[in-house]
């Protein structure tokens, strides 16, 4: 896969408006993609990001087991030496980690062919994207979101290379989680391979680009019509709210009257369900005692 090619990448002005496409330098993007180094590269990175600071105690670095447990014959149990043995819980551990250097030394040479090879395999893809100049005044998170949504970067992982270090572009970019930013100068073959897109600046690559007029974004339009009626909507709501707000004083105003009346009402009719109630259990109760005074009149004898 040494094959010279020539390779142009899609450029961009800090704001998101297209440009025309630039060539990217020979000397760097020749086709040339080593598999094998990119990936001595790589496993060597990851290994010089160890600590290696696990550490294990072996039985001359435990505690206690000075004595033998028991003397060595007549028990009938296992001659032994110290508790803190390896076979005993608690004892020392046979050939555990200790702490430990994990550095892998690559040559320059390999390291830089590893990062060419990394950059072409990236052009093959048509995921270098150069950006005309990253000039900002003060750091703001929203613009970098801003750029990369426009760009449809939003939802890809984006390695930023920038001329030189910009603490301004840095700031703006560090809290994007799908973003990293670095000088191009410091960019290794790892960071390259992990991301999807390389954003790189067209003054780190040896392009000067004549800044340009920079065309509004089209959704612009569209979000200020958007606004405009939800402003319109928002003011009917609002005139439907006053007049529900209205009726329902209204409302208010003449319900304890209404109320008032069908309450007294409803006593009213109440109270005469109440008097009729007891008249007939009164009359009822009269009618009762008239019968029982009649039957318990004795009779009269006969001859006298």
């Known amino acids: 896969m040494t094959e010279p090619t020539s390779f142009e990448a899609a450029t961009y002005t800090a704001q998101g408006t297209e440009r025309e496409r630039v060539q990217l330098p020979g000397d760097l993007f020749d086709g040339t993609v080593n598999m094998p180094v990119m990936h001595q590269a790589v496993k060597a990175f990851l290994a010089n990001r160890r600590q290696g600071n696990a550490s294990t105690k072996t039985r001359g670095l435990v505690v206690g087991g000075n004595q033998k447990p028991w003397k060595q014959k007549g028990t009938g149990r296992a001659r032994q030496?110290?508790?803190?043995?390896?076979?005993?819980?608690g004892g020392g551990t046979v050939f555990g980690p200790h702490p430990r250097s994990y550095a892998q030394y690559v040559p320059r040479q390999v390291?830089?062919?590893?990062?060419?090879?990394?950059?072409?395999?990236?052009?093959?893809?048509?995921?270098?994207?150069?950006?005309?100049?990253f000039n900002f005044d003060a750091p703001k998170t929203?613009?970098?979101?801003?750029?990369?949504?426009?760009?449809?970067?939003?939802?890809?992982?984006?390695l930023i290379l920038t001329d030189g270090a910009k603490p301004n572009v840095y700031l703006s970019a560090r809290n994007i989680p799908t973003v990293?930013?670095?000088?191009?100068?410091?960019?290794?073959?790892y960071h390259i391979l992990w991301s999807d897109v390389v954003?790189?600046?067209?003054?780190?690559?040896?392009?000067?680009?004549?800044?340009?007029?920079?065309?509004?974004?089209?959704?612009?339009?569209?979000?200020?019509?958007?606004?405009?009626?939800?402003a319109?909507?928002?003011?009917?709501?609002a005139d439907e709210a006053t007049v529900k707000k209205s009726a329902r004083k209204s409302a208010a105003k003449?319900?304890?009257?209404?109320?008032?009346?069908?309450?007294?009402?409803?006593?009213?009719?109440?109270?005469?369900?109440?008097?009729?109630?007891?008249?007939?259990?009164?009359?009822?109760k009269k009618a009762a005692k008239k019968s029982t005074t009649r039957g318990s009149a004795k009779p009269k004898k006969k001859g006298s």
């Open 232 to 237: 319109a909507a928002a003011d009917d709501d």
């Open 254 to 284: 003449k319900g304890p009257a209404t109320t008032k009346s069908k309450a007294a009402k409803t006593r009213t009719k109440m109270s005469a369900d109440r008097k009729s109630a007891v008249k007939k259990k009164s009359s009822v």
């Open 142 to 158: 929203s613009r970098m979101q801003a750029l990369l949504d426009r760009l449809d970067l939003g939802h890809r992982k984006v």
């Open 199 to 230: 954003m790189i600046e067209a003054t780190a690559i040896g392009h000067t680009l004549d800044p340009i007029a920079e065309r509004e974004p089209a959704e612009k339009p569209t979000r200020a019509r958007k606004t405009a009626r939800t």
């Open 111 to 133: 390291r830089a062919l590893a990062r060419k090879s990394a950059f072409n395999a990236r052009a093959r893809e048509n995921a270098i994207v150069v950006v005309d100049t």
């Open 81 to 89: 030496g110290s508790i803190r043995a390896p076979q005993w819980v």
């Open 180 to 189: 990293e930013i670095l000088p191009y100068s410091d960019v290794s073959t």
